[in-house]
Nanobody, 122 residues
Framework: QTPLVESGGGSAQAGASLRLSCVAIDAQYWGECMTWYRQTPGKEREKVASIYTERNLQTLEYFAKGRFWVSRDNTKREVILQMNSLRPEDTAVYFC???????????????WGRGTQVTVSS
């Protein structure tokens, strides 16, 4: 089974909003930090946002600030990426990952989901 399950992707017009969800299927996969990445064909996986599950601390990459928001519900083992004012360049597969800390590098993440496609048209 996939440790983390993403949902909420789809197609949207520029300027619209999408809400992505990531659920850890078991507590062992619910890390100290949950991170969202995105990836487009031929490019490396890019960090979008991260949030500590036991601390009130989250980060957003420069392109996400002012448009995206990350939150979590520990009781549901769920992390949400709220994406507003979507742009065509936000088109990517969005992945959820968990680890013991909020690393930038995807190579340091412990568990992954399979991703959910987001397509934004102009």
């Amino acid at each position: 089974q996939t440790p983390l399950v993403e949902s909420g992707g789809g197609s949207a017009q520029a300027g619209a909003s999408l809400r992505l969800s990531c659920v850890a299927i078991d507590a062992q996969y619910w890390g100290e930090c949950m991170t969202w990445y995105r990836q487009t064909p031929g490019k490396e996986r890019e960090k979008v946002a991260s949030i500590y599950t036991e601390r009130n601390l989250q980060t957003l990459e420069y392109f996400a600030k002012g448009r995206f928001w990350v939150s979590r519900d520990n009781t549901k083992r769920e992390v949400i990426l709220q994406m507003n004012s979507l742009r065509p360049e936000d088109t990517a597969v969005y992945f959820c990952a968990s680890a013991g800390s909020c690393y930038d590098s995807p190579n340091l993440q412990e568990y992954w989901g399979r991703g959910t496609q987001v397509t934004v048209s102009s």
